[in-house]
């Protein structure tokens, strides 16, 4: 039975490895799910959160002030 996984990160991989830390047990979690992967990238401008109006912490700060 195959199974798969799905992460959705803000974070690129190397970003990852400095969130786990450096160590042999970072090493061994990401080599697990990096392995045969895909990446799939979304950029723009403006958040998806934003776009849809729905508040963030960024247009929170920018009403506060």
């Keep these: 039975m195959k199974?798969?996984?799905i992460f959705c990160s803000q974070l690129?991989?190397?970003g990852w490895y400095e969130?786990?830390?450096?160590g042999t047990l970072a090493?061994?979690?990401l080599d697990r799910n990096v392995h045969d992967s895909y990446d799939i990238f979304i950029g723009g401008?403006?958040?998806?959160r934003e776009g849809l109006g729905v508040p963030?912490?960024?247009?929170?700060r920018r009403t506060e002030q």
Excluded: A, W
């Design 3 to 5: 199974q798969s996984n």
């Design 12 to 14: 690129d991989i190397d």
């Design 56 to 60: 963030t912490i960024r247009s929170k």
């Design 45 to 48: 401008k403006v958040s998806i």
């Design 27 to 29: 090493k061994t979690i």
């Design 19 to 22: 969130k786990l830390g450096d």
